[in-house]
């Protein structure tokens, strides 16, 4: 019978890693110091959280105009009459990219060749619905 009794656990003993508080200091030294110290440690979490939804947020907004600004370069070197029109529409999409921009409004002489470049080019509805938001007359 003795046998099967299993014998007792070795007594674990925890201590703090990071003990930078001084034992002559009083209790409620320790606990102010140790309440502003966990403050510091929520506003770092806070900070890397709001560093990765920017991230994350401009990741997606360089995604959402990927396929595009690659065409307008192409028609950049290929029309060399209007290359300033071209750089202007690039020069939005970078901006709404980098979140600087939601949405950029024209003038009519602007917004109507940016219109007629648009029927012109073989790109998606989708493409088409996103540069459309960004540049409004």
């Not at 674990?12 to 320790?30: A, D, G, P, V």
């Amino acid at each position: 019978m003795d046998e099967q009794v299993r014998s007792p656990d070795v007594p674990i003993r925890e201590c703090l890693l990071q003990n930078s508080y001084s034992r002559y200091e009083s209790e409620e030294e320790q606990l102010k110091r140790a309440l502003e110290d966990s403050e510091v440690e929520f506003e770092i979490q806070q900070a890397i959280i709001l560093s990765t939804l920017l991230q994350n947020q401009r990741e997606a907004r360089s995604k959402k105009f990927a396929s595009i600004k690659p065409k307008f370069a192409q028609f950049m070197r290929i029309d060399k009459n209007n290359t300033e029109f071209y750089t202007d529409i690039i020069r939005y999409i970078e901006k709404y990219e980098s979140g600087n921009l939601e949405s950029v409004n024209v003038g009519e002489e602007f917004y109507g060749k940016f219109r007629r470049t648009l029927d012109n080019m073989r790109i998606t509805d989708i493409d088409k619905k996103n540069l459309l938001e960004l540049i409004k007359e």
